[in-house]
Structure formats: structure tokens, C-alpha cells
Antibody
Framework: QLQLQESGPGLVKPSETLSLTCTVSGASISSSNYYWGWIRQPPGKGLEWIGTLYQSGRTYHNPSLKSRVTISADFSLRLSSVTATDTAVYYC????????????WGQGTLVTVSS | SSELTQDPAVSVALGQTVRITCQGDNLRNYDVSWYQQKPGQAPVLVISGKNSRPSGIPDRFSGSTSGNTASLTITGAQAEDEADYYCHSRDNSGTQLRVFGIGTKVTVL
């Protein structure tokens, strides 16, 4: 059973960098059977796709976040120059290669941007 | 980039059928998946990109696509189906960019 768990600071100051880790159990991040994604949800709002990491190491990210997003090969997320609008619950998720759906999700972690 | 349009809210009487729609030009080219989210919980996949149900999802949930419109149908809605539902697909750019719909709040009366 594949499981995911987000971890990281719950409070980040404006202009600093948000850093989160996703711990995966039940599969290897390097497995060709899966791809890995980050999704966020501001309080009271809908889901926003942040980016996806593929087994090849290739990453894609939401153009609205411009160049602030980095998803590393270990599936960690970095979001630079944060503002209050980056306050959200951040989820990591996985999908099966060849299918365009996120089948398994972490429980999510709330990150608040505030001084 | 592409957008996926959903009605903000729908209601359904207990035991009746409700259809939730998702519109977007990208749906002509790419599969759509659907997620259920209850308050304070992570989203759960209810319909995958091939309009199939993952293990454990009741068969009252079904998905379909026609042209630029995808639908999630709940046949015989139960009280526990009250939740937000999001559609999801690829962006129409021809790459692996993804997009979510704005979500539909389903109320079971």
C-alpha cells in the first residue's frame, strides 16, 4: 500500500523559501510505475496543481508560479519568495505512469506565510 | 493555459441522481479524473482518467465524457456523498501541465 506524508515548517516568513518533504512508503520514487505531484489548497478555496516529477527526472510546474517552484529528484518542494497568498494546505500525491490521475494523496500540511 | 469550468454548487435529494459537469476544450484531447473532498480531509480519487472506479469506490459513481464536457454521475446519492468534487485533466498545451476545476459543492438534502 503506497502511502505519502508531507512534512516541513508550518510557518514561513514573507519573502523566504517554503520547503516541504514528502515521505513515500510502499514504493520507490525512482520506480518507473509512478509519477509524483504537489498540489495546494488555500483556505476555503479549490485545488491548485503545483507541479509533477517523473521517473526520468523531468519536472513540470504551474506557469502561474513562474520560476519560484523547484521540485527535486527526491520529491521535495521548494517555493521561493513567498507571500501571504502562498498560505495553503500542501499535498503530495502519486499517479500511475500512463494515467492522468493522482491515485494516492498525503494528508496535507498547512503552511502559513506570516511575519 | 486551459481552464476547467464547474458549477459552484448543486443539490440532490437523498437517493436521487445528480450529475456534475466539467467543461474545457482540453477535455476533447485528454482524460479527466474526479476527486471527492470532505471537510478537513485530503481529496480522494473517485473516477480515474479512463472513467473507471478505483478499488473501494462505490459503483454509484460513474464518469463519462462527450466532446468538451465531462460528467460525474452519482446514482442514488447517499448522505456520505455530500462533499466537494473536483475535475482534473491535462492543460491543452500538449505537455504534462495539469489543471483542476474550481470544484462543485454537492449537498444531499
Amino acid at each position: 500500500q503506497l502511502q505519502l506524508q508531507e512534512s516541513g515548517p508550518g510557518l514561513v516568513k514573507p519573502s523566504e523559501t517554503l520547503s516541504l518533504t514528502c515521505t513515500v512508503s510502499g514504493a520507490s520514487i525512482s520506480s518507473s510505475n509512478y509519477y509524483w505531484g504537489w498540489i495546494r489548497q488555500p483556505p476555503g478555496k479549490g485545488l491548485e496543481w503545483i507541479g509533477t516529477l517523473y521517473q526520468s527526472g523531468r519536472t513540470y510546474h504551474n506557469p502561474s508560479l513562474k520560476s519560484r517552484v523547484t521540485i527535486s529528484a527526491d520529491f521535495s518542494l521548494r517555493l521561493s519568495s513567498v507571500t501571504a497568498t502562498d498560505t495553503a494546505v500542501y499535498y503530495c500525491a502519486s499517479g500511475y505512469t500512463g494515467f492522468d490521475s493522482f491515485d494516492n494523496w498525503g494528508q496535507g500540511t498547512l503552511v502559513t506565510v506570516s511575519s | 493555459s486551459s481552464e476547467l469550468t464547474q458549477d459552484p454548487a448543486v443539490s440532490v435529494a437523498l437517493g436521487q441522481t445528480v450529475r456534475i459537469t466539467c467543461q474545457g476544450d482540453n477535455l476533447r484531447n485528454y482524460d479527466v479524473s474526479w476527486y471527492q473532498q470532505k471537510p478537513g480531509q485530503a481529496p480522494v480519487l473517485v473516477i480515474s482518467g479512463k472513467n473507471s472506479r478505483p478499488s473501494g469506490i462505490p459503483d454509484r459513481f460513474s464518469g463519462s465524457t462527450s466532446g468538451n464536457t465531462a460528467s460525474l454521475t452519482i446514482t442514488g446519492a447517499q448522505a456520505e456523498d455530500e462533499a466537494d468534487y473536483y475535475c482534473h485533466s491535462r492543460d491543452n498545451s500538449g505537455t504534462q501541465l495539469r489543471v483542476f476545476g474550481i470544484g462543485t459543492k454537492v449537498t444531499v438534502l
